[in-house]
C-alpha cells in the first residue's frame, strides 16, 4: 500500500482538492482529510509521539533496572564503599544495589522516553504539528499509480508540502 500526504493552508482548499480528487474518478474511500472538523491524527492512525515515548522506556527498563542493581551492587562490592555502616557488608551492597536500581529507571525514563518521543514517532510529528498549527492534511491510500495520479492533482493546489510513503 502506497500514501501520499498534502498539506494544505486551510480548510477551502483542502475541500477544492478532495472535490478535485473526485472528479478525476479516485475512490473516497482511498481519500482522508485530516483537520478541524474531518478526521483527527489519532482517528486516522497517526503514531502519538507520548505513547512511542511510554513503549521506548518500558522497554529499557526490563535491562537497565536489573542491570543497574547489579552494577551497584558490585561496585560495592569490589570498593567496599559503607553508606550506613550500622548495616554491615551485606545491607551496603543491597542498598547500593537498589541504588543502581533507580538510578538504571531514571536512564531509562530520561533516555527511552526522549529517543522515543523525537525518533520514534517518524514523520507523525510534524504532521501533527500542522494540525495542531490549523491545516489540513489530505492522505491518499492506494496503488502507485493511483498516487501518481493524485500527485499530479494535488500539484495544482500548490500544497505546502507533498509526500509519498511505500507501505
Sequence with gaps: MNYLVAVLPNRIQAEAAYTALEKEGLPKEQINILGQGYKSADEFGFINPNEQARKGASRLV???????FAAGYLFNLLTGIEIIPALGAIGNHLIAGVLGAVSGGLGAYFVGG???????????????????????????????????QATRILRSFEPENIQGYAG
Design 114 to 148: 526522549g529517543v522515543g518521543l523525537t525518533v520514534g514517532s517518524g514523520d507523525a510529528l510534524p504532521y501533527r504539528n500542522r494540525l495542531n498549527a490549523g491545516k489540513y492534511l489530505i492522505v491518499i491510500e492506494g496503488t502507485e499509480e493511483l498516487t501518481r
Design 62 to 68: 526490563t535491562w537497565l533496572v536489573p542491570f543497574g
